[in-house]
């Protein structure tokens, strides 16, 4: 007779479930009265005129006028806001690599390991973001000169536009390398979770440590990278470096515009983060057909593993009854 499986009681499953609402209750409240009800307040704020008078706020319909004033009437922030959007793409790319290589060059075995990792991820508790803000306005967050070198020279013969780019990034590398920091802890973490024997298996079919990267690495490690990309995106977006941030904390205290207009800042700057957001998804994003891959190679590889450990065991057994078959023919 089958014994029955002890299965939780449903009273006591109520219970769990309640203790874990219960836990996540603080965050919710948090969430819904800090986050959640400013954002939609925003957006009922950005269609309307803002006033303050003797008997407090006063606000006025006025449709999209707060969304004209932003794209029409104010020079300022269409640039600011392409600008952004540009900082964004050079700086997203360039943090993830950097990032990518130093966890790859840190996930090694080397001595003082952990001291390196320290190193590099001690600028994002020690140097605050006022403290680069004061770096950022004395000019010591680049890197000597650029334009003097002559490769550079070179690269800006030919494309003047990927000299920009260089150079930009080249006066604000500092803060580059400050940005490194949560990624690369993001990395280390999905790169010590890949399965060593992988690596093993395609060593032995002959594979190059960069087909390797690109064949086992890249694929299992693409949802960190969404996740570090994610975090870089919005950590740019919320930084002094940013300038439509500077100019909807300017248009609180405008008394023309008022809160309206900065409503309308804030949520058309609120679309652009979630516009990147988006792209990155789209192509970051695991696909099934890179999973199935994935499994697929995973299979291969154990096999071949397996294949090799049983090689090894009958290359053994046959050096031991060699061994037994020549002393036999000794005595």
């Known amino acids: 007779m089958k014994q029955k499986k002890n299965r939780p009681s449903r009273q006591y499953q109520k219970q769990q479930n309640r203790a874990g609402y219960m836990f996540f209750m603080p965050w919710l409240i948090g969430f819904l009265v800090f986050t959640l009800f400013p954002f939609i307040y925003t957006v009922y ?3 309307h005129k803002v006033n303050l008078n003797v008997l407090g706020w006063s606000t006025i319909f006025n449709g999209i006028d707060n969304y004209v004033t932003a794209f029409l009437r104010n020079p300022d922030f269409t640039p600011a806001l392409i600008q952004f959007f540009l900082t964004e793409l050079i700086y997203v790319p360039t943090i993830l690599i950097i ?3 130093l966890a790859v060059l840190m996930n090694g075995k080397f ?14 508790i020690v140097i605050s973001g006022s403290v680069m803000n ?8 680049q890197i000597g000169n650029v334009r003097r070198i002559f490769i550079y020279q070179i690269i800006e013969s030919y494309s003047p536009e990927l000299a920009d780019v260089i150079t930009f990034l ?6 580059v390398l400050w940005f490194t920091g949560i990624p690369i802890v993001l990395f280390l973490s999905g790169l010590q979770k890949i399965n060593t024997q992988l690596y093993e298996a395609a060593q032995i079919d002959g594979a190059t440590s960069w087909q390797i990267l690109w064949k086992i690495t890249m694929p299992i490690i693409r949802p960190i990278v969404l996740v570090a990309a994610v975090f870089t995106v919005v950590s740019l977006g919320m930084f002094p470096i940013n300038p439509v941030y500077g100019m909807i904390q300017m248009a609180i205290f405008d008394t023309v515009g008022g809160l309206g207009v900065a409503s309308s800042y804030a949520w058309i700057y609120s679309m652009t983060i979630l516009l990147l957001i988006a792209m990155l998804y789209f192509v970051l994003k695991d696909h099934s057909k890179d999973e199935y891959v994935i499994n697929i190679r995973q299979q291969q590889a154990e096999r071949q593993l397996k294949q090799v450990k049983r090689d090894q065991r009958r290359n053994k057994l046959h050096g031991l009854l060699a061994k037994k078959a020549g002393e036999k023919h000794e005595d």
């Open 45 to 47: 704020l950005s269609f």
């Open 99 to 101: 990032s990518f290589i």
């Open 111 to 124: 001595k003082f390991r952990t001291v390196f990792r320290i190193i590099y991820f001690l600028p994002v």
């Open 134 to 141: 004061q770096l950022m306005s004395s000019g010591n967050v």
């Open 170 to 175: 080249f006066n604000n590398f500092a803060l």
